[in-house]
């Protein structure tokens, strides 16, 4: 499988997130327009940013299927509005920011080790 030939998917994800990361830009910019051109610019400019992150997610899926779910919610993009997309985009994209060596950072949930019981042959 190709995902163990290193992190070339961690550093798609991330090359793909920098292009999400644009988009988000540009549409939290065209939010706060009053002026609605304005605003369908930036939105339009936000659109195309996301879209060309498709190809390169793409890429990341297939090296690694952990980004898998990158790709399919840039992929949803033509065909729904990019402001439902935005907590799922952040969310993804947060993960290859803080990816290690393309694995996903370890859990915060591990519990603490059992205690020793000192009384046990």
């Not at 793909?16 to 400019?45: I, N, P």
């Not at 936000?46 to 997610?57: G, K, S, V």
Request: hydrophobic share 40%; proline share 7%.
């Amino acid at each position: 499988m190709l995902s163990a030939c290193g992190n070339d998917g961690a550093a798609l994800a991330q090359q793909a997130c920098s292009h999400v990361d644009r988009s988000l830009s540009l549409l939290t910019q065209a939010s706060k327009q009053s002026d609605t051109t304005v605003a369908a610019q930036l939105q339009e400019k936000a659109y195309i940013q996301l879209r060309q992150a498709l190809p390169i997610a793409a890429q990341a899926a297939f090296r690694d299927g952990q980004w898998q779910a990158l790709m399919t919610t840039v992929s949803e993009s033509n065909r729904v509005p990019e402001k439902t997309l935005v907590d799922a985009l952040r969310a993804q994209c947060q993960q290859a920011d803080s990816t290690v060596f393309g694995q996903a950072p370890p859990s915060k949930t591990v519990p603490p080790p059992a205690p020793f019981n000192s009384s046990s042959p």
